[in-house]
């Protein structure tokens, strides 16, 4: 700004990068912006509408904001196509800012100032960041704040070459337009574009120049304008649009993704194994298959085997391998039997199966099962027999009654290891009882006491006649 400032910086310092390209306006832009975003405004329009109109004598003051630690280098081209060095100056020689940081020139308490000189008409104020420092001795003074090259094209162009060296997303630029005259230009007529895109978060490119990232809201000239949106992940969105004066033009597209593939190859030992990915069928083991990148559910089916599931990852360009051993489906189980008293007959669903302690292989299912023992009173029990377990099965067994037929000459009460056992009705008494060693007592008024000590089995039919000795 030499006519445009009464006090005036200028400098940069070495790095830059590819093959930078200029938007119809003539301003230098980055064709494959990273991270790295700049913003630059002066301090009548903080809206950035590109109107604002300074007198000549008025001071003005520009701001400017990264949002990672960065080299900023602020031009301004005038309406005569004279170029200033705003930053770095002879009195702020430190342009680095910090990430998030918006700083505004000439700070407050500054030892200058800047003040419009005109001439009159529309003049640009460019910047510049870089992650690296570059070098712009060959083109301005940062003493004096003269550049040695005239118009917004040259300045644009010749940055291009300085930047070449540094990586595309590793520098940004940005630019805002304002007006030098006595009365303020009629604002030019502008429409709106809104900008949004499925999923959100795209990269939005207006002419060739980044603007910001979807949901996006911008005011543009009157025209045509080429759009342009990336995503990571997904296919570059190119639209022409057409802008009209006070009106809003709404761009949604649905961004497709970029399909890349890899290759899965499925065996299976036995082989011949049905292959289902994600759900459908796509042949038997061995098989091939070209397949999306990402992750995908595989399962093995075959007959007589346990189905097999895995979860795989499959990388573009690259083979993925899964060759798992199949398990054969257990249908049998095992059926144990104990019983107290060992040596039990054992019946399995009506047939004999041996004696206990009895191990025996079984279909599995339901089953029953009984454990006779002479002498003893049968155990009964349905039981499950599991695939691939051992159901047991105890059986406590409980000795059989034995059956005491008793006649005698007179009716007589009958007792059995001291407990009373019951009456003869007609000379006769049937009981069943707990096998075993017994004392036998029958009694009668009158008669003599009988007494016998008698072995009754277990299941056994024991039949006593007792004829009693009338007490002379």
Excluded: C
């Excluded at 093959?19 to 301003?27: C, E, L, R, V």
């Amino acid at each position: 700004m030499r006519r445009w400032l009464s006090l005036l910086l200028w400098s940069l310092a070495g790095a830059a990068m590819a093959q930078a390209t200029i938007s119809p306006q003539g301003i230098i832009v980055n064709p494959t912006p990273g991270d790295l975003t700049v913003t630059v405004w002066v301090d009548k329009d903080p809206g950035r509408s590109g109107n604002a109109v300074y007198k000549i004598g008025e001071p003005i003051r520009i701001g400017v904001e990264v949002n990672r630690d960065a080299y900023v280098y602020l031009f301004n081209v005038n309406a005569d196509g004279s170029v200033d060095l705003i930053l770095p100056n002879a009195y702020d020689r430190n342009n680095r800012l910090r990430a998030g940081e918006a700083r505004t020139y000439p700070p407050k308490g500054a030892r200058y100032e800047f003040t419009i000189t005109g001439p009159e008409g529309e003049n640009y104020v460019l910047a510049l960041a870089s992650l690296r420092p570059l070098s712009l001795g060959e083109i301005a003074d940062v003493k004096s704040g003269r550049v040695n090259l005239r118009g917004l094209r040259n300045l644009s162009q010749t940055l291009s070459i300085i930047v070449r060296p540094v990586p595309n997303r590793e520098w940004a630029t940005d630019a805002i337009r304002y007006y030098v005259g006595r009365r303020a230009p009629p604002p030019p007529a502008t429409g709106t574009l809104a900008v949004e895109s499925s999923p959100g978060g795209a990269k939005v490119f207006i002419d060739g120049a980044y603007r910001g990232r979807t949901p996006l809201v911008l005011e543009l000239r009157p025209g045509m304008h080429d759009v342009e949106l990336r995503l990571e992940g997904y296919e570059p969105y190119r639209a022409r649009v057409q802008v009209r004066a006070g009106q809003t033009t709404r761009l949604s597209p649905r961004l497709v993704r970029t399909v890349r593939t890899g290759t899965l190859f499925v065996d299976s030992s036995p082989q011949g194994a049905q292959v289902y990915v994600d759900g459908d069928p796509v042949g038997r083991t061995p098989v091939q298959l070209a397949l999306d990148e990402g992750t995908h559910d595989v399962e093995l089916r075959l007959e007589g085997y346990e189905p097999y599931r895995a979860r795989v990852q499959v990388r573009a360009g690259q083979t993925t391998r899964l060759s798992p051993r199949l398990v054969a489906v257990v249908r049998t189980g095992t059926l144990e039997v104990t019983s107290t008293p060992d040596g039990a007959e054992v019946y399995v669903d009506g047939v004999y199966r041996g004696r206990t302690r009895l191990l025996m292989e079984l279909d599995a299912g339901m089953h029953d099962v009984e454990v006779r023992m002479d002498g003893y009173t049968s155990y009964r029990a349905r039981v499950r027999v599991d695939p691939g377990a051992t159901t047991r099965v105890y059986a406590r067994l409980t000795a059989a009654k034995a059956t005491l037929d008793i006649s005698v000459n007179v009716d007589a009460q009958v007792f059995l290891d001291g407990y009373f056992l019951g009456k003869t009705k007609n000379g006769r008494l049937v009981a069943k009882v707990s096998p075993g060693n017994r004392e036998l007592v029958v009694l009668a008024p009158g008669y003599h006491v009988y007494v016998e000590t008698v072995r009754l089995d277990p299941g056994g039919y024991h039949k006593f006649v007792v004829r009693l000795q009338r007490i002379r």
